[in-house]
């Protein structure tokens, strides 16, 4: 599967951003997705996660009530919603995606075999 990520910019800290990630393919809805962000010098980090029925999500605990992930089988796509942005926030954002035979989320990178070329979302103080 191939994924096209889009909808990164540049937004005052305290708004909004939404991203979409677009994945090629009729099988969509067999991958449980995930995004993914990095800053110059640190390691990728998790940031939310679906399963592939759209059912199960997860997230990690500074995006908890502020990020919401989704997903769209029929248009094989998937979106990260982000409110009350922080600096902190600002990274370049990748979406990920891999084979799933459950409904389960993943969270770990090196669990996915997929990836799209990131997306830079940048938060001003």
């Known amino acids: 599967v191939q994924l096209q990520a889009s909808g990164g910019g540049l937004v005052q800290a305290g708004g909004s951003l939404g991203l979409s990630c677009a994945a090629s393919?009729?099988?969509?809805?067999?991958?449980?997705v995930g995004w993914f962000r990095q800053v110059p010098g640190k390691e990728r980090e998790f940031v939310a996660a679906i399963g592939r029925s759209g059912v199960v999500t997860y997230y990690a605990d500074s995006n908890k009530g502020r990020f919401t992930i989704s997903r769209d089988n029929a248009k094989n796509t998937m979106y990260l919603q982000m409110n009350s942005l922080k600096p902190e926030d600002t990274a370049l954002y990748y979406c990920?995606?891999?084979?799933?035979?459950?409904?389960?989320?993943?969270?770990?990178?090196?669990?996915?075999?997929?990836w799209g070329q990131g997306t830079l979302v940048t938060v001003s103080s």
């Open positions: 990920a995606a891999d084979y799933s035979r459950t409904t389960n989320v993943k969270i770990n990178r090196a669990e996915y075999d997929y």
């Open positions: 393919g009729r099988t969509f809805n067999s991958y449980a």
